[in-house]
């Protein structure tokens, strides 16, 4: 049998989705982020089969999501995303040290998956974290800078007005670059990565996710197993089922 719990972490809230016989014992562990205007207990579909492969899964709210919500909605929040993604991957960190301090994680079997933000938040973390083994990105993008700005001409070219003048925004670039893995790819270290994007996506785009893909492809030379881009040809900015079932195929595989 499968529990979900909802617990909390340092006022972090998460879903903890094991198997019963399981709960207490040291185990492999996914965490999974959630992605913009989404809630944690939307990707239970995720945990459901990766607890069923016997992991544990921890699935935590993001700033100005679900629970987490002060006042505002997070899509009339959207000048807040990079600050959700950089405190999601801050975040890591804590809960990391809090449930293995339970002794309930291996250590040395940590995966880590989100979709959307939670996929942008994932990558950022491979460039902070060695402890991550190996990582899933669903509609992701590893070249924050590129992101960010792409994302200030879009609002340029429609005449919406900037919450940052341009000190500011120089400002928040320079914080990007800590977290930009597209700039330090040595981070890296061959762990093992999959991606899948829709070539329709039209909120995150999937041209700058496959040319990082491929930016990255002489890092892999010799285990080439450990590097896999999933194309699905019609989707847009929804994971298929195929993405589902090979996520939880990649962590049985990988972790």
Known sequence: MIQISQEYVQNIPLLHVVETEKAEDRLPTVFFLHGFTSAKEHNLHYAYLMAQKGFRVLMPEAYGHGERIDGVEPSKNSHQFWRMVIQTIEELKVLKEAITAKGLIDENRIGLA???????????ALSQYDWIKTAVSLMGNASYEELAKGQIEYLKQNNIELPLDDNQLEEQFQILRKYDLSSQVDKLNGRPILFWHGKRDPVVPFEPTY?????????????????????????????????????????????
């Open 114 to 124: 989100g979709t959307s933000m939670g996929a942008i938040a994932s990558l950022g």
């Open 211 to 255: 040319r990082f893909y491929q930016s990255i492809q002489s890092e892999y030379k010799g285990k080439e197993e450990y590097l896999q881009f999933i194309i699905d040809e019609k989707a847009d900015h929804k994971v298929s089922r195929e993405g589902l079932l090979k996520t939880a195929e990649w962590f049985d595989k990988h972790l």
